[in-house]
C-alpha cells in the first residue's frame, strides 16, 4: 500500500507564493507520473499539473506561467511551486500517483489526503 503526504497548504495573501510538496511511500517503486490536483465545494477535482518520471511536465491553462511541477531526486517525491496565487487558486490539493506496483507491471491510482489552499485577496 501506497501512502501519499502532502503538506505546505497555508494562507497566502494574493500575488503570493506558497510551495506544496509530496512524498509517497514505497520509494523502491516505480511512480511513472505524479501529478497535484484540486478540488473546491461542489466543484469536480480537476488536474492542476503533473509530471511523468520521463521528465513530461503538462499543467492547466489555468495555471501555466505561474505554477512549477517537480519531481525530487528519489521520484517518489513531487513539488508544486506557486507563484502569483489568485483568490480562484484557493482549494484543497490533493497530490496523486500513478504507481507500478509489481513486475507485471500492474499500475495503480493513490490519493493523499489533501492540504488546503486559501488565497486572500
Known amino acids: 500500500q501506497v501512502q501519499l503526504v502532502e503538506s505546505g497548504g497555508g494562507l497566502v495573501q494574493s500575488g503570493g507564493s506558497l510551495r506544496l510538496s509530496c512524498v509517497g511511500s514505497?520509494?523502491?517503486?516505480?511512480?511513472?507520473?505524479m501529478n497535484w490536483y484540486r478540488q473546491t465545494p461542489g466543484k469536480e477535482r480537476e488536474l492542476v499539473a503533473g509530471?511523468?518520471?520521463?521528465?513530461?511536465?503538462n499543467y492547466a491553462d489555468s495555471v501555466k506561467g505561474r505554477f512549477t511541477i517537480s519531481r525530487g531526486d528519489s521520484k517518489n517525491t513531487v513539488y508544486l511551486q506557486m507563484n502569483s496565487l489568485k483568490p480562484e487558486d484557493t482549494a484543497t490539493y490533493f497530490c496523486?500517483?500513478?504507481?507500478?506496483?509489481?513486475?507485471?507491471?500492474?499500475?495503480?491510482?493513490?490519493w493523499g489526503q489533501g492540504t488546503q489552499v486559501t488565497v486572500s485577496s
Open positions: 496523486h500517483a500513478h504507481v507500478v506496483v509489481n513486475v507485471e507491471g500492474a499500475r495503480r491510482d493513490y
Open positions: 514505497g520509494s523502491r517503486l516505480n511512480f511513472d507520473s
Open positions: 509530471a511523468t518520471s520521463s521528465g513530461r511536465l
